[in-house]
């Protein structure tokens, strides 16, 4: 499947959002803490070639907006904002998980501490949670506030997910329901918030809002389903990671929390320690014989199917809409 | 000096805050992240008897309010709003300075470990920079929306602030003026923010507005430089520390900064190495040799007469106002 985030459509959102974003940057510190200015450029991948997100999540609400109005430009800096908010989320949640490299980077904590990097992300929040009122000089300022006011409610359940997922590493007793509640505010929770605000700023009927939001849930679950799948029987060539990588840095993801369910081979195994590198091929194929592997590829599809049904009720069949859905499944679909 | 803070009306603002603030806390989190909600209420001290904030900050902007407009209660929740951004603040600063200890209890990331803490603050902020909204049931959408932007505004001034003091301890060159330049934003942003939305609230003209923000921003700056004078020559049976304790830990505040600024007995000291508490006394003497203690004091003179007009200017003399005069000599004459 080639990658639809080629078309030139999404090329040319992907490069209003940059714009966007680096002039919000820019402008934003005085002389006297334009260092941390960089701090927060460099996270962005803008000090060197090496990586800069996908932006995704921008590119889905400039999409249903779109698709909807066919005007994306004018609430490009809605996408901006959802883009800062994700991205000060990754600052903090890099500290908290003690994660070094993001995209073969050295995270911003490693690169200048601790303290320096909770402020840069502070700083990052602050600028996301104010970028979409700049549509209030075009757009009417009800639905600007409306939209505020899922942005906000997001980043609560953002803090929520997060506390849970913290808390997990530290329990044993951790449901593949629980996980499902956890990714729920973690990675759905602001997806859901870009295809629901590129509805409401479109004005839409609750009808189409709702379609829109049971959309980004639904692809944002599945999306993390997906990632949780590759992560152990991932072909490594195409993840770019080892060999059931998951397994080795110990994660509580769903595949593991549906073998640790019942005692067998698996979960006595996952109970006596840390996996191995060497041992880790084996002991993914002893997940699988629990029937995880199935599970998760099940209920994956099963979220894949409800976001392209929630898709095509607000969608219709526009050459837009036909780019979300090749959006969608390539997402949904890499490498399985 | 009596404590204005227990005048009957100013127990009374105090404690519709406080309730608004339990409230607000109490019916934002589900089940599943009832222990986040827990650190959230520890840290705002209601899980036991020893200490609430004086909660300051929101006094000053319902008073402002009332001075203007005589009907506090219509903005109750601006003021809440800017409680929590201040202790979402102090949540963050506490884990980038290692403080173990605010007001004699164990800080939040002491207690519950700084991942854990980090999140907290980040749900506070966003609670905070939510509440304000549940003013637009009242109030005109454009007030509110003027409002938001300028707390917004004030919580980046506070990163920038937040920079410039971490990078403070790392650097040997700075100045009284760069120390002025980051109180602006760590101390007095937030209380300049809070006597400018009282102002704004009330549909006050720009002249008043200003006058309001001039206030705060001089309250601001000479109640830390009153901090910053005690914390060196405050008499301990007063300010609960010990002698000169601001040496011992070798802040780098502005009585410090005025004498490194040339080269004497107490600079010359002072590049030593770490003060011992047995000689903080003679080194506060040498410090005040200097001129420094002059210095500081002057300025804080200076900056609370400029408070006291900008006060008379808009504040007419009605007993809140006369109320607000003695709240602000209270705060800004502490033992001195």
Known sequence: MTNPG??????????AVELDLRKTIQLSFPESSRALQRMLEYHMGWTDDLAQGKRIRPLLLLLV???????????????SAIEMIHNFSLIHDDIQDKSEFRHNRVTLWKKVGIAQAINAGDALFTLG??????????LDLDLVRKSYLILNQTCLRLTQGQYMDLDFEKRMDVTADDYLEMIGGKTTALIAACTQVG???????????????NFGMNLGLAFQLVDDYLGIWGKPEETGK????????????????????????????????????????????????????EKTKSKADEFTQQALDS???????????????????WL?????
Chains 1, 2 share one sequence.
């Not at 949904?332 to 399985?336: A, D, F, H, M, N």
């Open 242 to 293: 080892s060999i059931a990588s998951d397994l080795v840095e110990g994660k509580k993801s769903f595949p593991v929390l549906c073998g640790l369910a019942e005692d067998n081979t698996f979960s006595q195994r996952w109970k006596l320690g840390k996996i191995q590198r060497e041992e880790a091929e084996h002991i993914a194929n002893l997940l699988e014989s629990t029937g995880a592997r």
């Open 129 to 138: 949670l104010k970028k979409i009122w700049d549509l209030t000089d075009r």
């Open 311 to 329: 898709l095509s009720q607000f969608a219709g069949s526009s050459p837009e809409a036909q780019l979300m859905e090749e959006l969608t499944r």
């Open 65 to 79: 907006h779109q698709i909807l109005t066919g005007n994306w430009q004018s609430v490009t800096e809605a996408a």
């Open 332 to 336: 949904l679909q890499r490498e399985k």
């Open 6 to 15: 080629n078309h030139p459509l999404l090329l040319e959102m992907r490069s």
């Open 199 to 213: 509805a409401v700023l479109a004005n839409a009927r609750p009808e189409v809002e709702l379609a829109a939001l």
